[in-house]
């Protein structure tokens, strides 16, 4: 009975899980280099159907959040709210960069993705 409920346990902690955004991008770095992972940085906006998608069903799939908290330290920012990083550009929203621990950009996705796709762009920069 025991083993039952702590499969039970489990199981619910992973039905729940949620991707963890760093506060900023300054602690974004700080936690990569501390924890020697990428960074993952979402230039979104308010408003932005794609944004909204990405938010609401990408970032919810228990297999995007492990291979993100694996990898990357992802952190949000808002183009009308807070303050962008020199050289991190974008065209529209949303925009990813990925980064190493000091900061040097290694790749760029535009746009939003299904799961599959995703989990793709993820594999591709997580080296």
């Known amino acids: 009975m025991g083993k039952i409920i ?16 760093a506060s900023s991008y300054d602690a974004a770095l700080a936690q990569a280099k501390k924890e020697k992972k990428k960074v993952m940085v979402m230039l979104s906006r308010e408003n932005c159907p794609a944004c909204e998608y990405m938010s609401d069903i990408v970032f919810e799939e228990n297999a995007v959040i492990n291979e993100v908290h694996k990898n990357f330290i992802p952190v949000h920012i ?22 190493d621990a000091n900061g ?9 993705a299904n799961i599959p796709s995703f989990i793709g762009i993820l594999g591709k920069y997580k080296k």
């Open 104 to 112: 040097k950009k290694i790749g760029r996705y535009d746009g939003a």
């Open 78 to 99: 808002d183009i009308h709210n807070d303050f962008i990083p020199d050289g991190l550009g974008y065209m529209g929203t949303p925009t990813f960069h990925f980064l």
């Open 6 to 21: 702590l499969a039970l346990s489990l199981l619910a902690s992973l039905a729940s899980a949620e991707l963890k955004w």
